[in-house]
């Protein structure tokens, strides 16, 4: 469940340039890095945050602030602190790798939301729940109250603009291949009414129809498979590289190591073939809309 995610993929943000750093209401992991990497300059070179406040002309607070990971610094903040603390070039270097939180998404999930932006190939195998690039704004929705702890309302239409956002890269990318590899069982799970069921499957066999996206369903009949470990997602970067991403309860990992990787990668092509066909795979879908 690509529930909320890192700092990856050269996703760089541009520093603010307001009087003062801004207070971020979801903070990144390039955001905590850097005001750690503050922190221990800071207390390397022997100052309290008001004697460093002091030197970079901010508040006591404000230092605070950014060595928690709680506001981006601005241009000067960046350049004072460079020069209070060795001016070694380090600061500056860290800060054009901030990159600001992305409400609406996990943590965990932050730094592949960015890489399968830039992606030239995604494949994508789901065996819990229809894949979020696939699900309808109703069962993204029925998806998000379910979650335990609940979500606040402003939360929960947080996630659900940036799933309907996420989904928008596919239609803003027409010459990437998408492939989706899908358990027969995650379509039969009733949610809502009729309706909702049936507006589900409208969507996914319009967001599977263009020539770029292979929807491949798993029938039940398939029986056990190489990828039972559970879901699993593989793109290509630009420089054709291969990373892939697993998730579990609360948390979700980047893959790299290349042995592991490929792994991964010969268990989806197995899989592929184990799957129904394209066409046989809607077929399916338009049999189970028409069973409702």
Request: proline letters at 4%.
């Amino acid at each position: 469940m690509d529930i909320d995610e890192g700092d990856a993929g050269g996703a760089g943000v541009r520093l603010a340039t307001a009087g003062e750093c801004e207070r971020e209401p979801h903070p990144s992991d390039s955001l905590r890095t850097f005001g750690a990497f503050v922190q221990a300059l800071r207390e390397h070179a022997g100052l309290s945050r008001a004697d460093l406040g002091e030197r970079v002309r901010y508040s006591r607070h404000t230092v605070e602030s950014v060595e928690l990971g709680r506001r981006m610094p601005d241009e000067a903040f960046v350049e004072r602190a460079e020069e209070a603390l060795g001016n070694t070039g380090a600061l500056r270097k860290a800060a054009r790798h901030l990159t600001r939180g992305e409400a609406g998404l996990a943590a965990w999930f932050r730094r592949w939301a960015r890489l399968e932006r830039e992606a030239v190939s995604l494949c994508t195998y789901e065996c819990r729940l229809v894949p979020g690039l696939l699900q309808s704004e109703a069962y993204a929705r029925a998806v998000f109250e379910g979650t335990i702890p609940l979500r606040t309302d402003e939360e929960l239409e947080a996630q659900l603009a940036a799933r309907m956002e996420r989904q928008a890269m596919m239609r803003q990318r027409p010459t990437v291949p998408f492939s989706f590899i899908v358990e027969e069982h995650v379509f039969r799970r009733r949610f809502g009414d009729a309706e909702a069921m049936r507006e589900l499957f409208d969507h996914v066999l319009e967001r599977s129809a263009p020539r770029n996206v292979t929807l491949q369903v798993v029938p039940l009949e398939a029986g056990l498979h190489a990828c039972l470990d559970g879901p699993v997602q593989v793109l290509e970067t630009r420089e054709g590289r291969r990373l892939g991403y697993s998730e579990g309860q609360e948390n979700g990992r980047l893959i790299s190591a290349p042995k592991e990787v490929m792994m991964l990668c010969q268990r989806y092509e197995t899989l592929r073939s184990q799957a129904l066909s394209p066409n046989e795979s809607r077929a399916l879908l338009e049999r189970l809309r028409g069973e409702l």
